[in-house]
């Protein structure tokens, strides 16, 4: 019997050293990841559309979909009325990543890897090169381009 309490209690200790350790070296460093890249590309996207009078209505995290760690965001952005405006608001949107990234502003490349018009709405993907899963995920994006 008292063995079998020494395995439980050996058991209980093991869970919660691994809890605390994927915590610490894992959960910890994702999130703050996570954090500064939102306030990097939020910042970057408010710049230019307070210039432009518009306005972000939605933010949607990627990792969600394309796996944990990549740090690229959805950016969806009220529409001019016309596809012209909306060319230019995008090719704004794309120099003034090419602007930061020549800069060295961020400590890493901001990258727009999609862009496109739907139901009145801009969208704009970002993502921000902080470790190799963005950048492996930025590789696969620009596949996808190719291909379509």
């Known amino acids: 019997m008292p063995l079998f309490v020494e395995i439980v209690i050996g058991f209980i200790v093991a869970v919660i050293a691994y809890n605390l350790i994927h915590y610490f070296f894992i959960t910890r460093p994702i999130d703050k990841g996570h954090n500064q890249t939102l306030k990097i590309l939020n910042g970057l996207v408010n710049n230019l559309l307070e210039k432009g009078k518009k306005e972000i209505i939605e933010v949607h995290d990627l990792s969600n979909i ?16 016309t596809d012209e405006l909306n060319d230019k608001l995008i090719n704004k949107i794309k ?7 020549q800069s060295k502003r961020f400590n890493h490349e901001v990258v727009l ?17 902080l470790n190799a899963a963005t950048y492996e995920y930025v590789l696969d994006m620009r596949q996808l381009n190719k291909v379509n």
Do not use: K
């Not at 740090?71 to 001019?80: D, R």
């Open 113 to 129: 890897t999609d862009s496109f018009v739907r139901d009145n709405q801009v969208h704009v993907d970002l993502a921000y090169l």
């Open 95 to 101: 120099e003034a990543i090419d602007e930061a990234n």
């Open 66 to 81: 394309w796996g944990r760690n990549i740090y690229a965001f959805e950016y969806v952005i009220s529409q001019y009325q």
